[in-house]
């Protein structure tokens, strides 16, 4: 009989988990949209103000990394031969 119960809550939680959210998933995406919406508006709006470069104008914001090793010994080179 125990068992039984138990079954039965579970189904009970299960099937009202799965209504609730059926009817809250609608709201919560539309929530995250246009939370997600401002954060681009916001981001866009920051990269775009006091930009004054000219249409048509090549602008490089990053400098060459400069840092390269040239230390080309890193190891030894072998030759193998095939032995038959």
Do not use: H
């Not at 039984?4 to 998933?25: D, E, M, N, Q, V």
């Not at 709201?27 to 990269?47: G, H, N, P, T």
């Amino acid at each position: 009989m125990g068992l039984l119960k138990t079954l039965l809550i579970l189904g009970i939680i299960y099937y009202s988990f799965k209504f609730l959210a059926r009817l809250f998933a609608p709201f919560l995406m539309k929530k995250a949209m246009d939370k997600m919406e401002e954060k681009m508006k916001s981001k866009y709006k920051q990269s775009n103000t006091g930009s004054d470069v000219k249409v048509g104008e090549t602008v490089i914001d990053t400098k060459p990394n400069s840092n390269k090793s040239t230390n080309k010994s890193i190891g030894e080179y072998i030759d193998f031969e095939e032995i038959d």
